[in-house]
């Protein structure tokens, strides 16, 4: 049986110092350095933060006294559609600007991708050229002039391009020829080699390719070495450092990483969703163009320009996307209004995909005769295209069919779907492609999968279109209405085979790109109340919450500032290995078969805890100065009384156990060292809540919203989402509410005191506040901060006569949460009226919170409310 390959530990020290520095600078207020107006008045995309960030990380490289040895090559590892031709541009301008670099080698190993970068760098009639026109640096007009040999003496206010492949320019090195370029030119002066697709210039096997490979790596190398002026910056999205070659190679040399999962986290790309069916190819074809064409409508409908969504359909042999591409032909000329409606009404009954069902729902309801028509328009054969890829050089292997992909969001260019033996697609920029098809049953291997993950993460690019007047270059949908969503999401339509589902999760796994099946989720959604939204309190009324302020440093200088009560025993549970999370909680439910044992405190045993730092990382000293900027040593940290030194830990074991080992007590200190952590890292914020309380209109807040609730629930029944009609209670603002069953309980009080509300207030309302939906948070203000974060409270209750407005903030909170979540309680009960200053309001607005509401209304919210003078007393007390 073969043995399951172990997963290296990657550790890239210069990733680390790097990041370290860059914390440290925010906490210490020092200025690194700072992206100058000659960089962004000269490109013609704004530089994204984490471009930014590439280019200070290697600012400070290039300014170390031995930059010539230690940082002559560097490789930035940054996602697929994340922009690194846009950094590449910006190295340009920083080089010949700070350090008069005039020569430029640009080397990859495709011509496609060295015509698509020839217009990046030097098509000035391009719509893909980065740079403004005209191009000027401290008053200076710039030239960028492509060569094929740098010249001997450099002219002032030119910078040379030399874009060449691999092949050609080892070709050209190692063979001299007149008018060719030599290694005895490259000695003369300094140059810069921007090496694009850099994993193919590493060493890795010993197969006959790799082999061919470490040639062109020794090329390389050569002309690094042949001035010690000379660097190589080098750039991909795919580095295998499991490899250990590859590893040991790039280990110290990666200046920036910025990997695929935190692209897209970030919003700088599409959803991307896996649709797995048993249909046909046909049938999976009609689903993706009515996907398609209903994108297109919803674009329509909100007004955006030029949208034009592109269908893939991706074979792996020439003959089946062939016949693809007739077949595809044959059934848009064929379709009818009695096929589609049969079509639409069994795939409705049939299919799990929330996606697929939102389009079939539409097109229902429209009139399929019209739809019909515009379907084949839109897909009519000189609207598709079919690149055989049979070649080296991919789907861009014809510079012409090079033309027409990279080209496709362009208003001219008619192209809505494409046939392609699609490879790795390397140098294909194409933003608006939505939908991936997979034609064909054949098996496929796990290098097959390893292709398609790399295309969908290329189709993953996020496509700028314009709405409401503007770009935007982050997903701008995400907590809207689902149909809008699809507008920035991806679909691939996979075969619904085991081993192929198999392969294709390792290869997404390996590439770090998160992918999600759509059957999975439940989508509820609720709109406002259209009745609400006609009332006065939503065209004019105001919700409040607090300001916060900048913290001082200073005031960063012990434990309980992270929230860790250092005067409370500390506990990590030993028994039967199991870890607990609530390490510090005030009361321990206690199990009759086991018991808790007194270890020691954290200064008495140091060389414990010296040895458990020194097993995490974030226990070195120049990251905890990050966190913590008021600490002098890593002495102090674990001796001191305001941070660990007076802390006692305890640990809970099995009863009549033998005393803990050295093992079993350095495990203990990890434990608790793990949660100190988290406290440090979550509560380290640099703003705290203050005493004025600020308005925001509640029509900006209290909006129409969905929520993805998976199917497949871990957790008790009791904490389960589900929507719950609310159309004939007129004081909850939605129509529907999407709760648990604890929040549903918080309704259903309210509910049952409505008529005595009624009584005192002419306008009654409570509000939920869900995360999908509002950023509305509170901030502690009164007595020490703890917790920085702030939190939503779930419910707000609007009770409005014509003397007072009272709003109550209401949070619900299941019993497992009640200890951790003490320091909200004492929030909510600190916003009285005499504690708040209004913003720009009277007295007549007054502003409480409440204890948490629990099961059965354990600690008497609706008593407190009456206490408060907020409600009536209930007239069948007593």
Known sequence: ???????????????????????????????????????????????????????????????????????????????????????????????????????????????????????????????????????????????????????????????????????TLANELNTPRENGLTYGDLEKQKLIILADEAHHFSAGTKSKEDQKERSWEYVLDRIRQANQHNRQFEFTATLDLQNEAIYQKYRQKIVYRYDLSRFIHQGYSKRVYRLQANNDDENKMLNAVLLSQYRKRIANELKIPDFKPVILFKSNKIAVSKDARTTFLSMISQLNITDLTDFLKHQQSTS??????????YWLSQDLGTAIVELKRDFQAMNTINVNDSAKEGILGDLNDLHNLNTLESSDNPFRVIFAVAKLSEGWDVLNLYDIVRIGEQSTTLNQTNS??????????????????????????????????????????????????????????????????DSDFDVFETNVKRAFKNSKVYQQGNLYYNEVEPVPD???NCLD???????????????????????????????????????????????????????????????????IPTLNSLNEFMTADNWLGNIRLYARVSNGSPALNRKQQLKAVEQYLTFVQKQIINNYQRQRGTKRFIPVPIKSLIRDYQKKV?????????????????????????????????????????????????????????????????????????????????????????????????QIYIEPKGPQLLDQDQWKQELLESIRPENIELVGENDQVKLYGVKFFTYNDGRNVEQEMSDLNIIEKDFNEG
């Open 710 to 806: 998976a199917k497949h629930f871990n957790k008790s029944v009791s904490e389960m989402i589900l929507p719950y009609s609310m159309k004939n209670k007129p004081w909850f603002v939605f129509e529907e509410a999407i709760v648990d069953k604890l929040e549903k309980s918080l309704v259903d009080l309210i509910g049952s005191f409505v008529e005595r509300l009624s009584q005192k207030y002419s306008q009654i309302y409570l509000f939920r506040n869900d995360e999908r939906n509002t950023n509305f948070k509170l901030h502690q203000f009164k007595g020490q901060t703890t917790h920085y974060a702030g939190f939503m409270p779930d419910f707000i209750l609007y009770l409005q006569n014509k003397d007072f407005c009272y």
């Open 352 to 361: 799990h995909s929330q996606a697929l069902k939102q389009a079939y729902d």
């Open 561 to 627: 500032r992270y929230g860790v009560n250092t005067t409370t025993m500390a506990e990590v549970n030993l028994v039967e290995s199991t870890w607990e999370t609530n390490y510090n909680a005030v009361a321990i439910e206690k199990d009759p078969l086991t018991e808790t044992r007194f270890l020691f405190k954290f200064r008495d045993a140091v060389i414990l805890v010296k040895k458990a730092f020194s097993r995490n990382k974030f226990y070195r000293f120049n990251s905890l100065k990050q966190y």
């Open 1 to 167: 049986m073969a043995k399951k390959k172990v997963m290296r530990k990657i550790e890239l020290p210069l990733v680390d110092l790097l990041e370290n520095k860059r914390k440290i600078d925010l906490l210490s207020n020092e200025k690194p350095f700072i992206i100058p107006e000659y960089i962004k008045g000269n490109l013609k995309h704004q530089l994204r933060p984490y471009q930014n960030q590439a280019l200070v990380n290697l600012d400070w490289t290039q300014r170390q006294p031995l930059a010539d040895y230690q940082y002559n090559q560097l490789l930035f590892n940054m996602a697929t559609g994340s922009g690194k031709t846009d950094v590449l541009a910006a190295l340009i301008l920083y080089l010949y600007t700070e350090f008069t670099y005039h020569n430029f080698l640009f080397v990859v190993n495709t011509n496609a991708v060295v015509a698509k970068t020839y217009d990046n760098l030097l098509n000035t009639a391009s719509p893909k050229y980065l740079f403004s026109q005209p191009l000027t640096i401290h008053g200076q007009r710039i030239e960028l002039r492509s060569v094929t040999r740098f010249p001997s003496t450099p002219e002032d206010g030119v910078i040379y391009l030399r874009l060449a492949t691999i092949q």
């Open 452 to 517: 398609e993950a790399q295309l969908i993460g290329r189709g993953a690019r996020y496509n700028p279109f314009v709405y409401q007047g503007e770009n935007s270059y982050t997903r701008r949908f995400d907590n809207q209405n689902p149909k809008y969503q699809l507008l920035e999401s991806l679909y691939y339509h996979t075969i619904n085979d085991p081993k192929y589902l198999d392969n294709l999760k390792k290869s997404l796994d390996k590439m770090d790109l998160p992918v999600e099946d």
């Open 554 to 556: 200073k005031e960063f």
